[in-house]
């Protein structure tokens, strides 16, 4: 009996074909815990919640010679025991071993005859236990995946993870939607604008003729994607240059949500302004260190953003646009620095960037193969790092009973680039993680470092500032 099979989106396959081995398309996440989990509950847990969706359970099957349109297929020796795996950490273990596990687990493919994803268990880590989770980005963009994820926890240590049903599970969207929420708004995202992009997607894809129609997408739509071709290339820096396949990860302790929000406050802006400028200025501090010039450059990190409705259930699929975040690296003042972040966040807020991105990434998975690393090329060449902003929870929650210290999450950088950026805020706090090919940056930490230096340096301003007030 032959095997249903499920036609792959053009988006997907765009993400499927960006794979090579010096940038695997992955998406990588870190989830610590106050409290040890078992494997056997680890089990429980991932075959409940997360293998509800069928697409767990599914390979891909790319069509012979590589010529035409790839298939989801449900993996018929299917077995969960390869998807889940316990280790332990060298002595003395800590975070230094965890972050060289992620680092090397960056660096190494999924095994791509069954289905995309390895989950790691890992025993004994600060008095708890840690869970790594490897996802393939063809599967899904990382906002739904990491909803999948958070779909595993609860709101309480005493709920009853273990027989969770479909019907308990929509008892939680406010901790879920927290997540759909995208770093950078396109057109001011909304549920109506959002709903009226994915119609006209949907559209195109039927019909991609129509995609770059200016008539259709609007003079400003055109004019935005005329802006975004006639980029100049990012600048070289020691952060672009030829990959390997050695990858290194490393991030932050949290830092207290609170500050941020006063920094933003007394500089007048947002906690996304307050982060873009702290990374701004801690790839400033690293180029400095390594006697490279920062007077006047400007580098590009591309930024996804969700284009779901806010308030959807979880559905697996890429479905977010990308938009071009300008980091003032040469401003060596923070104030000036922050102000020309903002300025770049405010332009971005109110344009269809994103949405035309998301066209182009369609077009990408739908043309001829010897074609397609032309349109990703596009994309990879005007930056130099993907940044991702995600706001969690703001209140504990718990996994098999275990409370979650923080999580971190990275999605691939793709094509010729080596940095990934990410953000996170989790109960109160933000920490900010660095994944970078180990030939372009060796030791990430560095960076980690001169980002609390930049966040130290802002609340002397804000403290400053304050006794002024008085």
Request: proline content about 6%; glycine content about 8%.
């Amino acid at each position: 009996m032959a095997l249903r099979k499920e036609r792959m989106s053009p988006v997907d396959t765009a993400w499927w074909h960006m794979e090579e081995p010096t940038n695997l398309m992955m998406i990588t996440s870190v989830m610590t815990f106050e409290k040890v989990i078992t494997l056997d509950q680890l089990h429980q847990v991932i075959e409940q919640r997360m293998l509800r969706f069928d697409r767990f359970r599914q390979r891909v099957i790319e069509p012979r010679f590589g010529i035409g349109t790839l298939y989801w297929e449900p993996d018929p020796k299917f077995d969960i025991n390869a998807h889940i795996h316990h280790l332990a950490l060298p002595e003395p273990g800590g975070k230094a071993a965890l972050q060289d596990l992620v680092s090397d687990l960056m660096g190494t493919p999924l095994d791509y005859s069954k289905p995309l994803w390895q989950a790691y268990l890992i025993d004994s880590y600060e008095g708890g236990c840690a869970v790594i989770f490897r996802l393939h980005h063809c599967i899904a963009d990382g906002i739904a995946l990491v909803r999948v994820m958070l779909s595993m926890t609860d709101d309480s240590p005493d709920a009853e993870w273990w027989v969770k049903t479909e019907k308990k599970s929509r008892r939680k969207p406010g901790l879920l939607r927290r997540m759909t929420n995208p770093a950078i708004s396109a057109a001011k995202t909304t549920r109506q604008v959002t709903e009226a992009v994915w119609d006209e997607y949907t559209t195109t894809l039927k019909n991609p003729g129509r995609l770059i129609d200016a008539t259709k997408f609007g003079a400003n739509a055109a004019a935005r994607l005329g802006k975004i071709t006639l980029r100049w290339p990012d600048p070289q820096s020691l952060y672009k240059g030829p990959l390997g396949t050695q990858k290194r990860s490393a991030w932050s302790e949290a830092i207290r949500l609170s500050d941020v929000k006063a920094i933003g406050r007394v500089m007048g802006g947002t906690i996304n302004d307050v982060m873009a400028t702290a990374v701004s200025g801690a790839l400033r501090r690293y180029l400095e260190a390594h006697n490279q010039p920062t007077k006047g450059i400007k580098l590009r990190a591309y930024t996804p953003v969700n284009l779901r409705p806010l308030d959807s259930p979880i559905e697996l699929g890429n479905r977010f646009g990308l938009v071009y975040l300008t980091l003032p690296i040469g401003i060596e003042d923070q104030v000036e620095r922050f102000q020309e972040v903002k300025r770049c966040m405010d332009e971005l807020k109110d344009s269809p960037e994103a949405i035309v991105a998301m066209g182009l990434l369609s077009v990408g998975g739908l043309a001829p193969k010897e074609l397609q690393s032309s349109v990703f090329d596009f994309f990879h060449t005007k930056a130099t790092a993907v940044m991702t902003n995600v706001p969690g929870p703001r209140q504990p929650i718990y996994m098999a009973g275990s409370r979650l210290k923080y999580i971190m999450a990275w999605v691939p950088q793709s094509g010729k680039l080596g940095m990934g950026i990410s953000v996170i805020s989790y109960n109160g706090g933000i920490q900010v993680g660095f994944n970078t090919d180990s030939g372009l940056v060796p030791n990430p930490t560095q960076l980690v470092t001169f980002l609390m230096q930049e966040f130290e340096d802002m609340l002397a301003l804000v403290h400053t500032q304050e006794l002024t007030e008085v």
